[in-house]
């Protein structure tokens, strides 16, 4: 029986050792750099194409919000190693290659809603996470590995939100903007305010929106996306493109939302006269 019990505590001494190595390696695999306004060290993922390190050539970059290498909103695999599957199965003919950067979360609601949440009561730091993005993260990125101008931000569900907000708000930031299920009914007055203000000061726009949603989706998505899209049919600006696609049946996040995102946008960059570098 005492033998029997040491076996057993080895075991499980040996999987909890096992375990803590598994992420301390995994951990290993992020970046770090502290923020000063979120007053926190912050962490990403880098994917860099097939052939870089041989090559001279300047990417293009993908910000993906959701970027850990976790299973957020999903069961069998990580969003990030999805991201980094898609994009290594584009068409590179028509599409180009690209570098994926993948931002973890530390507290996610707090940075992707731009107002307090009522069913937690965080939230409302929106501004302070993109001061992060613009100010210190694209920066550190373009210092240390061969970009292009043409940056796009991608994000999911209440990330989806913080993309369709970082264009309202900070439109240059980014060439292009993704949003899948985006929860545009957190805050669609607050929206609808910053798409008036936007198209009121800037009668010129030279970015992509691209917007992908389904028929029954989460609460925070219908009416709010198709309201949405009415206020950006009214609202008028030279240069800009989008789209808001909507796929058929129940879900939430469709599983092709990147590729779609990415195929209108660099199939509309193409209709234009080819990728436009210094967007």
């Known amino acids: 029986m005492i033998i029997r019990r040491i076996a057993i505590i080895l075991v499980m001494t040996l999987a909890a050792s096992t375990i803590l190595f598994l992420f301390l390696l995994r951990d290993k ?29 300047r990417y293009p970059v993908l910000y993906m919000l959701d970027g850990g290498d976790v299973r957020i909103f999903s069961k069998d695999i990580s969003r990030y190693s999805k991201a980094m599957t898609t994009l290594k199965n584009l068409d590179h003919s028509k599409y180009p290659e690209m570098i994926l950067i993948g931002i ?25 996470f993109l001061q992060f993005i613009e100010n210190e993260l694209i920066p ?22 913080f ?39 800037r009668r010129t726009l030279e970015q992509f929106l691209y917007i992908i949603h389904c028929q029954k989706d989460s609460p925070y998505c219908s009416p709010a ?34 590729a779609k995102g990415l195929e209108y946008i660099w199939s509309e960059e193409e209709e234009m006269g080819g990728i436009n570098q210094s967007r």
């Open 163 to 201: 993309a369709v907000y970082a264009f309202l708000t900070a439109p240059d930031s980014f060439s292009a903007y993704i949003a899948s299920s985006p929860t545009l009914g957190r805050c669609s007055k607050l929206l609808a305010k910053k798409a008036d203000e936007l198209f009121e000061s």
């Open 140 to 161: 550190h990125i373009d210092r240390n590995y061969r970009t292009t101008r043409h940056r796009t931000l991608y994000g999911m569900s209440d990330s989806g939100l």
């Open 104 to 128: 973890a979360n530390t507290n996610r609601m707090r940075d992707m809603l731009p107002i307090i949440a009522e069913e937690s009561g965080t939230g409302g730091e929106a501004d302070k």
């Open 29 to 57: 695999n992020y970046i770090k750099i502290h923020s000063i306004p979120l007053s926190e060290t912050r962490k990403f993922l880098v994917h860099l194409p097939e052939g870089y390190d041989s090559s001279t050539r």
């Open 225 to 258: 996306i198709p309201d949405f899209e009415a206020k950006l049919s009214l609202l008028q600006s030279i240069g800009l493109h989008w789209q808001v696609q909507l796929e058929d049946g129940a879900c939430h996040i469709p599983d092709s939302s990147l």
